[in-house]
């Protein structure tokens, strides 16, 4: 596999635009001739892919977000693991808060980067380890590589699904025994969101679409750690209920303070690891709002897949 050609596939809606994304991978190292770019207008980024994925020429697809910036060497670097291992299904790595972006996107970064409040999906958000085989813990769609065989003979996106659909795919291809990397250096940078509602909404869309990837997959052990925002949740609401019919005792809230110690010391490491203080400083609020929004994001997805469910139950005359 010679420079193999790669298909780079952008979705975006037809109001925005992908200029700054191919004007990147057009002054990327690898030979301009090997490199298709397909930009596909729609509203189901799911379907997009798939289509485009279909259409594409390339040994390799390589999924972008029309917004994904990549550096000169991403498609040379990613290459180089698909020529020494036959049997990879994917590649990916993580997508980086651009240098140019504002005080408040910068701090949602390092927010997102976290391992306090991202846990292990905090890879996704910043360049940590070596390079190793992964799951889709550590992926993200605006990031990722995969052979376009292997895409296409195992029907590519859920197109039901919209966001989550790459962790799916990624757990189906996983349990037939193929292989996905992380390489912390295989780097694209994206601008975070502008504005506090738009971040907050994210984590709903989020939380919503863990419900439904698992309504798709079934329920497995590992779904508990997405699962724990729900306690968050449900201990914030026992505490505010418990509170107006009687006065709580003071231990009642070591869990909150727990939260509140373990969240400062992650902004401080955050800072000294950064060298840039007080963005990092806000990771507290941006952990406490992205772990409420996903909770809630769950309550609402679980709501949306029983109610059809209880309203035919009361429905029956």
Known sequence: MNSPIISVILPRRS??????AIQAILQCDYPQAQLEILEVIGENPSQQRNRAAAAAKGELLYFLDNDSLVTPDLFSRIVQYYQEKDDLAGV?????TPETDSFLQKSFGYALASPFAHFKMA?????TGKVRETDEKELILCNLSVRRDIFLQEHGLNESLYPNE?????????????RFLYDPEA???????????DFIKQFLRYGRGRVE?????GFSWKSLLFLAPLGLLGYLAGCIGLSLVMILPWWVFLPIWLYGGFALFAAFQSALQAKEFWPALLLPLWSFAMHLAYGAGLVVGFWQSCAPAIHSTFSRK
């Open 15 to 20: 109001q925005d635009s992908a200029e700054q």
């Open 92 to 96: 990916g790595g993580p997508n980086l």
């Open 123 to 127: 890879a996704r958000y910043t360049s």
């Open 166 to 178: 790459e962790n799916e795919f990624i757990n189906r291809l996983l349990r037939k025994g193929y």
């Open 187 to 197: 780097v694209v940078y994206r601008s975070r969101r502008t504005r506090i509602r």
């Open 213 to 217: 990837q698992m309504q798709v997959e």
